[in-house]
């Protein structure tokens, strides 16, 4: 069974930054790729960014691109997000997901992970 555990989020002004950290432990199984999402009152889930196994292919979302950053330190299993110039639009839980089985190169379809954490809430102030 894989465990997958995010931290890092809070309350911060307008214009601040914070980052997240997702970690997976147990044996999520060769190469796998981690990904963001977010989920705001009343709205659906939301793809955020993501990162393949190697690292070397990111995506994000159209709303935040250019101002978000996914990293991963493989050895460790764990990825980052970095967010600057926040605004209160960003506020949502943000969810971290462990892509295992899933054959689709489609990274922003939720439906492709396998194992999600609890979210960690970050609320942006105006």
């Known amino acids: 069974q894989v465990q997958v555990e995010e931290s890092g989020g809070g309350l911060v002004p307008a214009g601040g930054s914070l980052t997240l950290r997702c970690a997976a432990s147990g044996r999520p199984g060769g190469r796998f790729g981690m990904g963001w999402f977010r989920q705001a009152p009343g709205k659906e889930r939301e793809f955020v960014a993501a990162?393949?196994?190697?690292?070397?292919?990111?995506y994000y979302a159209d709303s935040v691109k250019g101002r978000f950053t996914i990293s991963r330190d493989g050895a460790e299993n764990t990825v980052y997000l970095r967010m600057n110039s926040l605004n209160p639009a960003d506020t949502a839980v943000y969810y971290c997901?462990?892509?295992?089985?899933?054959?689709?190169?489609?990274?922003?379809?939720?439906?492709?992970?396998?194992?999600w954490g609890q979210g960690t809430q970050v609320t942006v102030s105006s």
């Open positions: 997901g462990v892509r295992v089985f899933s054959p689709s190169q489609d990274y922003s379809d939720h439906r492709g992970y396998d194992y």
């Open positions: 990162i393949t196994w190697s690292g070397d292919s990111t």
